[in-house]
């Protein structure tokens, strides 16, 4: 392949020709000192909170203390290259990122510069990074399910669009691959999604782009990463200038998901941030608004009344707690402001069952209203039976004989327990959740050995797909789980039963 | 020659706050003694010549194992023929509060106060080559006019602007040299060009 000069040369000379010189005028301040991602500035007498300055590296920062006699700035880049004594200008503007369909497929830092080798992002739009989250009379209740295509989570804490649900586990309890499932199952649902890396090991982000490019999902997925080599400041930035570009396709009456994995790191970036500003420490030497932190940026997740386009932006963060600590201050604060967590467990992850959620404290407070009524009819009581049955469980352990009433509990529970297992990366749609939890919960499986209810459930939704279609395509049209649509299903299984080996 | 820009003081806020208190106390003494441009203009010569010329009498200003009566002594013997009386005197009162250390940031306050109270504004002038004093005088007046303030102009020369200049008053600059505007044009057609790449990749290659 050769280049053709003379095109080149011609567009450059376009440029060259619009290009009119203005007196360029701006505000300057000198930076004092500088290290760990901050610089002290004096001057910069006009600028705002929260504007951007450049250095003159090329370097972009953030006013973020302004004092009597200097400027705190966080930079959000190289800050090694920056010397004492450089020139720092004011750009005039609060910090933006690209926004748009020019971003969906990236992998970005979080000012929008890319990281994927595939060019420069063009973005006809930007938005700022900070705005303040739309109001009460701009929102609506939510009622639109946002489906995970995780059994346990779509059965017992529901989650619709526009909502809030944190993911709060120790290390290495799945939390991720919670979140990267739900992104998967939106293939096709026209729903954007938007992962927010803070603080993770850039092999991990590595991991996790390629399982997303390896299921399609890459196609509607933007990845924002500031991985943990990254200054303070930028990770701290990250999950706002990742919820500004969500915006931009919630505020288009889209719909949007964000994962935040993870905001204790965020969290951590930000206390480093204040201590070196100097402000005042509080518990666990965080500072005092690491609440509003959070919350700001939270409120920030939205289902826009019809006025407005009725777009959404729903939002999974995700919380790392340290030995099961959810009482720490970062968990309760993140508890508080989010609607609903699902809790995932080391010993039930370590014991197989994953995904590890613990049916008994994870709650849903607004995803109930978003569940569609075939399936809050088939898993109703399945959050509370199944902690029950946890309960009960421990007791059963202490070898003592049970009454047949009892023991029967425990077995539907044994089976559930292995029913709401599912491997990675296969996200399972709503019709084939219903039909699984039907079998379950209205005993079909109170016969199949409890090893085998994996191998049953996977050979009767083959079957059900190969044989009885007229059953998923009844159940997707109707969503409702009428006495049509129940003998249809049954039938199914029943006839899956009656060839069943096992 | 290059010079570097560099920024005058490192910030010492307890310097700077001490320095105006000082500086405003010597300028309405001076003033109702009418006599503010004569001291002020001492105050610089003072620091400017005597203090940066001398570093053993630096140190004795800023030493604290130097008594009060000792510096008074000093000061008498050397500046009262020279200085205005109520310059002296502020001098002794300094030395007699052991604040002598400070007597820079009480010249850089007392010119600023001085300017500020006299109407004045400086701008610092960057350029390529040395003004000559048409070309100043034509860049004072039209400050002048716009900022309605006496401009007092600070020169520095710095050939790396090729050509133009770069005007600041206070924290604004005001910036038209030519490395500027090739800076500018060089983004403007990188960004430019990297659309138009993408946009129209085909027309590029020659098959």
């Known amino acids: ?502 | 020659m290059t010079e570097a820009v560099k920024h005058e003081t490192v910030l010492d806020t307890g310097a700077e706050k001490l320095g105006k208190t000082y500086a405003a106390a010597l300028i309405s003494a001076a003033q109702s003694a009418g006599v503010a441009d004569e001291v002020v203009a001492q105050l610089g010569t003072l620091v400017d010549t005597y203090l940066a010329g001398s570093d053993a009498l630096q140190a004795a200003f800023a030493s604290p194992r130097i008594s009060g009566d000792e510096k008074v002594r000093v000061i008498d013997k050397l500046f009262a023929s020279e200085f205005h009386p109520v310059l002296v005197k502020f001098l002794k009162v300094m030395a007699g509060r052991d604040r002598l250390a400070y007597v820079a940031s009480v010249r850089s306050a007392a010119d600023e106060l001085h300017d500020d109270m006299m109407g004045r504004v400086v701008a610092s002038i960057r350029t390529a080559v040395a003004l000559d004093d048409g070309l100043r005088g034509q860049i004072q007046s039209k400050l002048s006019e716009t900022l309605q303030r006496d401009v007092r102009l600070r020169e520095t020369i710095d050939p790396d602007l090729i050509g133009g200049m770069v005007i600041r008053i206070g924290d604004r600059v005001y910036d038209s040299s030519i490395r500027n505007r090739l800076d500018q044009m060089s983004k403007r057609v990188q960004s430019g060009f990297a659309q138009k790449l993408l946009e129209k990749f085909e027309t590029f290659t020659q098959n």
């Open chain 1, 1 to 502: 392949m050769k280049f053709s000069s003379d095109e080149i040369a011609s567009v450059l000379q376009a440029e060259i020709e619009q290009f009119d010189s203005k007196i360029d005028v701006r505000e300057v301040g000198t930076v004092l000192e500088v290290g760990d991602g901050i610089a002290r500035v004096y001057g910069l007498s006009g600028v705002m909170a929260g504007e951007m300055v450049e250095f003159p590296n090329g370097a972009i920062g953030l006013a973020f203390n302004l004092e009597e006699n200097s400027v705190g700035v966080i930079i959000l880049g190289d800050y090694l290259s920056i010397q004492e004594g450089d020139e720092v200008k004011a750009l005039g503007t609060l910090l933006s990122v690209p926004c748009g369909d020019a971003v969906v497929g990236r992998v970005l830092d979080p000012l929008g510069n890319p990281l994927d080798g595939k060019g420069p992002v063009q973005a006809e739009t930007t938005r700022p990074v900070e705005i303040i989250a739309a109001g009460v009379a701009e929102r609506q209740p939510v009622t639109e399910p946002m489906q995970t295509g995780i059994k346990a989570v779509d059965a017992m804490t529901p989650i619709g669009r526009g909502q809030r649900e944190l993911i709060i586990g120790d290390r290495k309890t799945g939390k991720t691959a919670v979140a990267i499932d739900a992104i998967i199952n939106q293939k096709g649902k026209d729903v954007k999604c938007f992962y927010v890396a803070v603080g993770q090991k850039d092999s991990s982000v590595a991991g996790i782009i390629n399982a997303l490019e390896k299921n399609g999902a890459m196609d509607y997925t933007t990845v924002i990463v500031a991985g943990a080599s990254a200054p303070a400041p930028l990770q701290y930035v990250a999950p706002y200038a990742g919820t500004a570009m969500a915006e931009h396709f919630m505020f288009g009456g889209g719909h949007a998901l964000i994962v935040y994995d993870d905001l204790s790191k965020q969290a951590t970036a930000y206390r480093q941030m204040s201590l070196l500003m100097r402000r005042p420490p509080g518990r666990e030497a965080y500072p005092g608004d690491v609440f509003y932190c959070h919350s700001r940026l939270l409120e920030r997740s939205a289902k826009l009344s019809d006025e407005l386009g009725g777009g959404s932006l729903t939002s999974l963060p995700i919380i790392e707690t340290l030995e099961g600590e959810v009482s720490a201050y970062i968990p309760t604060n993140v508890i508080s402001i989010t609607d609903g967590q699902i809790y995932l467990q080391p010993d039930l992850f370590f014991a197989g069952q994953r995904p590890a959620m613990n049916a008994g404290i994870s709650v849903s407070r607004v995803g109930g209203a978003a569940q569609v009524k075939a399936m809050k009819k088939v898993a109703g009581g399945l959050r509370l039976d199944l902690a029950a049955f946890r309960a009960l469980e421990a007791f059963a352990q202490l070898g003592t004989d049970l009454d047949p009433e009892t023991q029967k509990q425990l077995d539907r529970g044994y089976r559930m327990v292995e029913l709401l297992k599912q491997p990675q990366y296969q996200p399972m749609s709503v019709a084939e959740q219903v039909i699984s939890l039907y079998a379950g919960t209205r005993g079909f499986l109170d016969d199949v050995d409890v090893k085998k209810v994996p191998e049953f459930e996977k050979e009767l939704l083959q079957f059900v797909k190969d044989k009885h279609p007229e059953t998923l395509k009844l159940l997707e049209d109707k969503l409702d789980l009428s006495d049509e649509v129940s003998e249809s299903i049954e039938s199914a299984i029943n006839s899956f039963k009656s060839g069943w080996r096992g």
